[in-house]
């Protein structure tokens, strides 16, 4: 009863834990599932069939890799711009400053519907609506992982201390040379890090693709058109997938830091 | 250092002076800064402009032949005398969702900068992990869980919680517990970053002077923790009130949210003024409580 009461809020904390991985366990589940029919969304049985057959559904590979190629350039672009952007706001003193940073915080404070339909509404406006796709998701893409990429790499960089860029120079470093050998590997986890973080929200994102999309399908869209037909039991594998590469490349990273503070110790 | 930056003469190099911050002077910020300006005002700022001027265009126009520019401010009327259902349906199931994520997010993020010790940052990894899965199967799983004939529903119904004929999906049960579950980690990591710099010896100095472990909660980590309280609450709010993906795929089509109007009078029913005017509606809703909200909280810094 003691022990109970000492650690009653550590229990509930891994409850809390256990409780998000509900939904994950049925998608792994379901991912081994051989449902009896395509109406019925329950567990029927034991199968490799989904892993086997992973891109049977059709469609379901295309919007796959369509996800990832608008993800890996929206990551690219964004990454790039944010942290241009993090140097000029952390280290440069310069006119509308503050503004600026306002002007980066509010795509994150803005719902996504309001976010997609104004872009939307500016696409029509400029006479695009008949070419809606790749392009237009790919911008509205950039414009929402900007402001995640800019927030992420000005925290690392307000962090640093500049002691290091200090002795480089005292070393006689040129400021080409104090760049790439000592900020940008110190920099680098965050730029790793928003860019990461990036691919993932531009991957996942469904509600500002779907309103500036047109007729191009991207994953979420096809699940999303999927549900309301019957759900392939293949998304399940690609969920799985998903959450078994971000586990490894966090889990990873995590381990990586480690190992480095061992080594520095 | 810098107390004689102010009286030495400024030499000219081609190295920027320093700022009296640390920050360098110079055009070169303006090159580091334009490229990501530049598509922030063109795909952030004039597209609301083209909202703005969208929800006041005469409603009797399509998307395709184009909008006659009228200030037909009356489609604000209509969205409204349409549509309050709806919004203020979001406000509330966004409220109470907000208020379930704080409850389960302080107890997760107090127990992780508190109670696991050197696990800290495995933790962490793993509250973050679940939300790396597809958004949209995340919701379905729950549609799983929650189904007339899943375990769920049966255990209730064998324990009486639950009518013979009661069902969870399909109700704002269901739409509010996969808001709440969907928006956690928007609520644990800000909470996180609060609690885990608050210094133990004001909570063990709290208890030397008698406090019990309530009192000492209630008047020592809460207070301190409210920074991360607010920008918490409103990093959940502000997303599961646009959110319809919860509503389409765990709610009924007769209680939708605004997301799901907004969604359906641009896509299927092609009425942009009046769905512009409604996203128009809910980002003034929105910014009005946010600016109240943050006012009586007292913390003017958000992030």
Redesign the interface.
Known sequence: MMWLRRNIVLILGLLVLVYTFIPIFVVVLMSFNDPSSRNVYRFDGFTLDNWTNFCGPAGMCDALWKSVQIGFLATLVATILGTLAAFALVRWDFAFRSSTNLLIFLPMAAPEIVLGSSLLALFVSAGFAGQLGFWTILVAHIMFCLSFVVVTVRSRLAGMSDTLEQAAMDLYATPQQTFWRVTFPLVFPGILGAALLSFSLSFDDFIITNLNAGTETTFPMYVWGAAQRGVPMQVNAVGTLMFVVSVVIVVGGELNNRRRQRALA | MTSTAGTAPVAVTD?APP?D??????P???L??I???A??LL??????Y??V??SLYDPSGS??RGYDMTYHVANYWTALSDYWGPLLRSLLYGAIATLFCLV?GY??A???A???GRWK???L??????????????T??????L?D??YVVDLLQTLHLLGDDGRLLATPFAVVAGLT?NF?PFMVLPLFASIDKIDHRLIEASSDLYANSFVGFWKVTWPLSLPGVVSGT?LTF??A?????NQT?LGTPNQRM??TV??SQ??DANN?PI??AL?MM??VL?LVM?LFYVRKAGTEE??
């Open positions: 190295v700022a911050n640390g920050r360098s002077r110079g070169g910020a303006y580091l800064i490229p990501g300006l598509w922030l795909f952030f700022v004039i597209p609301f083209s909202l001027a969208t998307d395709l389960l107890v997760l107090y127990t992780i508190f109670k696991v940052n495995l933790m990894v793993l509250v973050i992990a679940p939300f790396f899965t597809s958004f949209l199967l995340r379905l799983s729950w549609k799983l869980i189904a004939d899943g579950y956690l409103l502000i997303p009130v646009g959110d319809y993906i795929l605004i997301g907004i969604q641009f896509t942009y769905a512009a996203s809910l980002m929105i946010v958000l992030l």
